[in-house]
T-cell receptor, first 113, second 114 residues
């Protein structure tokens, strides 16, 4: 079954404690992306990757890092989380060529206290 | 820049009512347009899409037509069901660098009462 898997689904943490949200896809997609969803703002792109070892900033990259060491995985790293990073996070993936449809994970709800 | 504006929600309707959710966009070039749906507790799923002017996307009884002259992509359904309750996002995919990036509207929460 085609899937984008995010873990954890829910996370409560404290300011400054480093955390990683994992994302894995089983569709051999070249393109992967992280979004955050906030009320009234829709989804905004944080970072994206066009292929292994190729990553770039989206619209709201401050406070986040990513890596793409393998094609299937695209973890999102918060080195020093702050309360303004409390949000709902989605990972997505698609093919680069003919990749009109993006496939989304189920989301990670993060609360930073 | 590229942007998408959706009608504000929440929208509450009775079962079998007619649904319209308005979406307008601003973009350079000729973007592809999408409607994604998010059911409670789930990620977004593609509902329908249109890739050029006058194309009509349709799925599950929902329709939307790519109107270049009015820069709109309104979502419609003739008779909604309780199971259509969800958040609906209009989005565009811009052409060019980072061409896979989706630009989303703010989302419209739809609730259908029996």
């Amino acid at each position: 079954e085609a899937q984008v898997t995010q873990n954890p689904r829910y996370l409560i943490t404290v300011t400054g404690k480093k955390l990683t949200v994992t994302c894995s896809q089983n569709m051999n997609h070249e393109y992967m992306s992280w979004y955050r969803q906030d009320p009234g703002l829709g989804l905004r792109q944080i970072y994206y990757s066009m292929n292994v070892e190729v990553t770039d900033k989206g619209d709201v990259p401050e406070g986040y890092k990513v890596s793409r060491k393998e094609k299937r995985n695209f973890p999102l790293i918060l080195e020093s989380p702050s309360p303004n990073q409390t949000s709902l996070y989605f990972c997505a993936s698609s093919h680069l060529k003919g990749g009109d449809i993006q496939y989304f994970g189920a989301g990670t709800r993060l609360s930073v206290l | 820049g590229n942007s998408v504006t959706q009608m504000e929600g929440p929208v509450t309707l009775s079962e079998e009512a007619f649904l319209t959710i308005n979406c307008t966009y601003t973009a350079t070039g000729y973007p592809s347009l999408f409607w994604y749906v998010q059911y409670p507790g789930e990620g977004l799923q593609l509902l329908l899409k249109a890739t050029k002017a006058d194309d009509k996307g349709s799925n599950k009884g929902f329709e939307a037509t790519y109107r270049k002259e009015t820069t709109s992509f309104h979502l419609e359904k003739g008779s909604v069901q309780v199971s259509d309750s969800a958040v609906y996002f209009c989005a565009l995919k811009r052409v060019g660098q980072g061409a896979q990036k989706l630009v989303f509207g703010q989302g419209t929460r739809l609730t259908i009462n029996p």
